[in-house]
């Protein structure tokens, strides 16, 4: 390059040039010279502009180190390409291990895109279950699939967030089809949502199976259909000749050849497309074939004769979708065990078609068929008024449990109140005790240095020694049971719950059939259900062992169950010495049986001679491993805290 700097520069070779500037061709560097000059440059022409003003010349004087160049630039070529096929032949002794690896990435990848998706959709793992077996003593065919679908939602509309019309957001449906029961047959008016039904339960089951959350709540559960046939939509052509109803039953005879046992078959509009007599003999005929074969099946129609069809006949099960006749909108619920009603007369008449066409019209049905429709209409109204009942029942239930909580609080802060001030009554009387008690002593001194009797001095010693046995007596909690223990209900692992036992207060740790385990301070303790009463100071809360055991490390009253186990304190106040001892003894041997880690022994503070006792008698004791005196908050001096050896 500074070569060709250089003859860029010279006085020879720059008037030549049309422009003084170094360039590349096929790797190789060339100057620009004027065409009319060529002949003035020796040197190899590699190229020219599209003018033909410009060729593009490598001057004679460069070209050995331009060939160097080119040879240096094929020797990297060549040294990529050895590295490269050492590299590929180090990877290839390992193809086993990175195959493996590869998929196992995927694995991953495809986990978290799942979880990913259930986020989205909000979702939850459904319960998948066989098909299997009912008791053949009740089912000609013994295999059944389960489908048990609550609060279930369309994926697609829900990942959209596409609402219907007239609904401010997606409704959540339940569709149920167990036990016994092979068949749905959906019936209800246009637009009312029965093809959305269809596609949520086709998809539904199709996403569990490949390993993914469902869109419903947790409890739903699908079992696991080896094939999945659908008829959903028109299948009319024109180049095959196909009219909607051809098109419906190529496909249902396609299905029909592939499904069995194992499989779930979705058809819609069975029997649509022609006469409509003939269509409903057809969709029966068919619906029968289905059962025989013991297919899991799902149908929506609008001909009235499969209702009474599914309501006779054994394994199907009416369903319906609501349609609203005072706004002239669906509602999109589905309701099971309830065929859909006629409601085209009411709708032609809400919209104002003239009334003696709409008289006339009534006159051409069936009495029969319009009783049914009344009947319908009138279980529909009822089945409304009791949801609306059951509505304002929970909303009052609910109004009631806040009332009690508040009530539940408010009494708590006045009891932590009445104890603050009764604590602070105590302190000082125990102040004004312990004033007296000095004054006496200071009596006595003065008294025997005196040489005078001390029997009134004794008698009122023993006075104030039972005035401070009153006095030093822990402030009790007064709440009503039925303030702290107001809610029945389901109990579930964390929930806090009143032990009526025990009278304390825990959190469930397992459950069982008819007994549970209970963190009540530092003991797990087990109880029958009927014992247990939820705790009004809230809903579940987190078992936490450890938290359990700090909010309960100063019990204020014996613990006793009614086997023989100990609580975790002994009250020894009021007793002689012997007594105190034999009391302490029992109390011991039940404690280290029991395999409490720590007991708690009461002896008020008085003339400090019961303290003796005890220390004295927990320093030879060869249970105990250490002892000290209990914190401001458990009596001070007047207790002491004992650890009992493992």
Do not use: C
């Given at each position: ?5 250089g003859m860029l520069?010279s ?14 061709r ?7 010279v004027?065409?009319d000059s060529k002949n ?9 502009s599209a003018?033909?003003?410009?060729l593009y ?13 080119r ?8 040294e990529?390409r ?10 290839g002794?390992h193809?086993?291990a990175?195959r493996?690896m590869?998929?196992a ?5 495809l986990a978290?895109a799942r979880?990913?998706?259930a986020?989205?959709?909000d979702?939850s793992?459904p319960?998948?279950n066989?098909i299997r077996?009912l008791?053949k003593?009740e089912?000609k ?11 279930a939602?369309?994926?697609?509309l829900?990942a959209?967030k596409?609402?219907?019309p ?7 449906i339940?569709?149920?089809?167990f036990p016994?029961n ?7 008016p246009?637009?009312?949502g029965k093809t959305v039904i ?18 419903a ?6 079992s696991?259909?080896?094939k999945?046939f659908a008829?959903i939509g028109?299948e009319?052509?024109i180049e095959?000749s196909l ?6 039953i190529?496909?249902i005879?396609s299905i029909l ?11 819609d509009e069975?029997?649509?497309?022609t006469?409509?007599?003939?269509g ?9 074939h289905?059962m025989e ?5 799902l149908v929506t129609?609008?001909?009235p004769?499969?209702k009474?069809f599914?309501?006779?006949?054994e394994?199907?099960?009416?369903a319906s979708?609501?349609?609203?006749l ?6 999109y619920?589905?309701?099971?065990g309830?065929p859909g009603?006629?409601?085209?007369l009411?709708?032609a ?11 006339t019209a ?6 029969t ?7 319908l209409?009138e279980i529909y ?7 609306k009942?059951?509505q304002?029942?929970?909303?009052t239930k ?11 609080e ?6 932590d109140e009445?104890?603050?001030v009764?604590?602070?009554a105590?302190l000082?009387?125990e102040?004004?005790v312990a ?7 200071e009596?006595?001194k ?11 001095i ?5 006075k104030v020694e039972e005035?401070?046995?009153e006095?030093?007596?822990p402030?009790e909690r007064?709440?009503?049971e039925s303030?702290i223990?107001?809610?029945q209900g389901?109990?579930?692992?964390g929930?806090?719950?009143?032990v ?5 207060a ?5 459950l069982?059939e008819?007994?549970a385990e ?17 705790s009004?100071?809230g ?8 938290q359990?055991a700090t909010?309960?490390k100063?019990p204020?009253s014996?613990?006793e169950a009614k086997?023989?186990s100990?609580?975790?304190e002994?009250d020894?106040r009021g007793?002689r010495?012997d007594e105190a001892?034999s009391s302490?003894?029992h ?5 280290y ?8 022994i009461?002896?008020g503070?008085g003339?400090?001679k019961?303290r003796?006792v005890?220390?004295?008698?927990f320093?030879?004791h060869?249970q105990?491993k250490?002892?000290?005196?209990g914190?401001?908050a458990?009596?001070g001096?007047g207790?002491?805290?004992a650890?009992l050896?493992?």
């Open positions: 390059l500074s070569q060709l700097e520069h006085k020879e070779l720059s008037r030549y040039l049309q422009e003084p500037i170094i360039t590349q096929d790797g190789r560097y060339v100057i620009p004027r065409a003035q440059v020796d040197g190899i022409v590699h190229d020219q003018s033909g003003a410009t010349i490598e001057p004679l004087k460069i070209v050995p180190k331009n060939n160097k160049y040879q240096l630039q094929l020797s990297e070529r060549d990529e050895r590295v490269l096929l050492e590299l590929t032949a180090q990877v002794e193809e086993l990175l493996e590869l998929e990435l995927a694995n991953i990848d978290f979880a990913r998706y986020e989205i959709l979702a793992e319960k998948l066989p077996a008791d003593d089912s065919h013994p295999l059944q699939g389960r489908i048990r679908l609550f609060d939602r369309h994926p697609l829900d959209a596409i609402t219907l007239g609904v401010d957001e997606v409704v959540p339940d569709v149920e089809l016994k092979r068949a749905l047959v959906i019936t209800g246009n637009t009312g269809l596609k949520t339960v086709g998809l539904l089951a199709l996403m569990a199976q490949s390993g993914l959350h469902i869109p709540h947790p409890k739903s559960e699908i696991l259909f080896k999945i008829d028109d009319q052509s095959q009219s909607t109803f051809s098109g419906h190529t496909n005879i050849e592939q499904a069995d046992e194992f499989s779930l078959v979705i058809l069975l029997g649509a497309g006469d409509p007599q003939e409903a003999a057809l969709a029966r005929s068919l619906l029968v289905l074969r013991g297919i899991t099946t129609t609008h001909h004769e499969l009474a599914a309501h006779s006949m394994g199907v099960v009416n979708v609501e349609f609203d005072e706004t002239l909108r669906p509602t619920h589905l309701t099971i309830l009603r006629s409601n085209a009411a709708i008449e809400r919209l104002g078609l003239p009334d003696e066409i709409i008289a009534r006159q051409e049905i069936d009495p068929d319009l009783k049914a429709d009344d009947l209409d109204r009822q089945r409304d008024r009791a949801r009942a059951r304002r029942a929970d909303e609910q109004d009631a449990t806040q009332i009690r909580l508040e009530l539940a408010r009494l708590d802060h006045i009891e009445r104890r603050s009764l604590e602070e105590r000082e009387a102040a004004d004033a007296v008690r000095d004054q006496i002593q009596l006595q003065n008294l025997r240095q005196a040489r005078q009797p001390l029997d009134i004794q008698q009122a010693e023993e005035l401070a046995v006095v030093e007596a402030v007064h709440i009503p303030i223990t107001p809610l389901p109990i579930q692992l929930s806090k719950v009143h009526r036992s025990l009278g304390q825990g959190v469930v740790l397992t069982g008819d007994e209970v963190q009540v301070g530092i003991l797990r303790v087990r109880a029958r259900l009927s014992e247990l009463v939820l009004g100071r809903e579940e809360a987190p078992v936490d062992n450890e359990a909010d309960v100063s204020r014996l613990v086997h023989p100990p609580g975790v002994l020894l007793q010495s001892l302490l003894e109390y011991l041997d039940k404690a049986l029991a395999r409490l880690p720590w007991v708690r009461i002896h503070k003339t400090g019961l003796r005890v220390r004295e008698a320093n030879e060869p105990i250490s002892f000290q005196a914190k401001r458990e009596g001096d207790v002491t805290v650890e050896r493992d």
